[in-house]
């Protein structure tokens, strides 16, 4: 056996993925995914509010109370907990009530780690 053939040897044998490189890669994906299911009901929960607001929207409320009742009893249905009825910030403008709300979704992750959302949205036309 000469000289090349032995550095042949040795580089098809370094090839592949080690025990270490795997390790790291199943780390990274299920840090992956446990952050992806801790934030996953926090957007959840962000499109049912959208969905509930253009839903109270369509219906025509003639009133701020009518509103806000309304939007109470869809947070029930929906899971909604982040926001109530009285958070939801109702005008006028030109004659149409105009809904809007902000809120904020802190999701605690290890120890004293954590993401914080801010959602916000109108049916003020033109607007977001």
């Known amino acids: 056996m000469n000289l090349s053939s032995l550095r042949t040897a040795n580089r098809k044998s370094c090839r592949g993925f080690s025990t270490l490189s795997a390790m790291f890669w199943l780390a990274l994906l299920v840090s992956g995914m ?3 299911f801790k934030v996953l009901p926090a957007v959840n929960e962000s499109f049912s509010v959208r969905k509930a607001i253009r839903g109270i929207e369509a219906s ?3 009133t701020p109370l009518e509103v806000i009742n309304a939007f109470d009893r869809q947070k029930v249905v929906d899971g909604i907990v982040s926001l109530n009825g009285r958070d939801l910030e109702i005008t006028r403008e030109e004659g149409v009530l105009v809904i809007s709300y902000a809120y904020d979704r802190k999701i605690p992750l290890v120890g ?4 914080l959302f801010r959602y916000e949205g109108t049916t003020r036309k033109g607007a977001l």
Do not use: D, I
């Open 34 to 36: 446990y952050l992806f």
């Open 60 to 62: 025509g409320p003639a």
């Open 112 to 115: 004293g780690v954590s993401l």
